[in-house]
């Protein structure tokens, strides 16, 4: 699972998205973060929070992040198809 964000709205929908996916209730992910429901519920709004809860979410849902110029041409694949870690 993957996206191309361009706000922070979008990035915040994917990790309700990918939070949702993983069948993680919304309270239980606050707790893991160690943010209230409101931070929680404002980060996956694209609402201001600090990096570091941005940062953590993506690692708790086993994201990363990834920036790119724009104009870039990005490829991505699956592992089974010969992705490797960078």
Same mark, same amino acid.
């Given at each position: 699972?993957? #996206?191309?964000?361009?706000? +922070?709205? !979008? ?5 309700? $998205? &990918?939070? *949702? ?16 429901? #409101?931070?929680?519920?404002? +980060?996956? !709004? ?5 990096? $570091? &809860?941005? *940062? ?31």
């Amino acid at each position: 699972m993957w #996206t191309n964000s361009y706000t +922070l709205d !979008q990035l915040g929908a994917f990790i309700k $998205e &990918t939070r *949702q996916s993983q069948g993680i209730r919304q309270t239980e992910f606050a707790a893991r973060l160690g943010v209230s429901h #409101t931070t929680l519920s404002n +980060l996956e !709004q694209g609402k201001n929070t600090s990096t $570091e &809860t941005l *940062q953590l979410a993506l690692q708790l849902l086993g994201l990363r992040l990834v920036v790119v110029p724009k104009a870039a041409q990005v490829t991505v694949l699956p592992p089974e198809q010969g992705a490797t870690n960078v």
